[in-house]
Nanobody, 122 residues
């Protein structure tokens, strides 16, 4: 398994930006598909974005398409989520996850971070 640690969450006003980072234990990081998911209070966990092992392919939830960008730096064992034009409905705990399948399904990811809180005020 891969050990994952998220950072970069916080409180931001609507329309603002945040960049989340997810640092992974070094072993074979470059061979993992990396995903971002989020869970708001009282709601199910939902898919946000996924990036292939090479970074050449990305996929986004419709709710964040055009506002969020996922990227990775395999040399630094880190995956990022740049979030722009944030909305109050983006408020959630954000989790990064590592898996072997390029997918939007959480069940396809076997390693998860502890999460970082993002709060967007109106």
């Amino acid at each position: 398994q891969v050990r994952l640690v998220e950072s970069g969450g916080g409180l931001v006003q609507a329309g603002g930006s945040l960049r989340l980072s997810c640092a992974a234990s070094p072993r074979t990081f470059g061979s993992y598909v990396m995903g971002w998911f989020r869970q708001a209070p009282g709601k199910d966990r939902e898919f946000v974005a996924v990036i292939s092992w090479s970074g050449g392919s990305t996929m986004y939830a419709d709710s964040v398409k055009g506002r969020f960008t996922v990227s990775r730096d395999n040399a630094k064992n880190t995956v990022y989520l740049q979030m722009n034009s944030l909305k109050p409905e983006d408020t959630a705990v954000y989790y990064c996850a590592a898996g072997s399948k390029y997918s939007s399904l959480g069940s396809h990811f076997g390693s998860w971070g502890q999460g970082t809180q993002v709060t967007v005020s109106s």
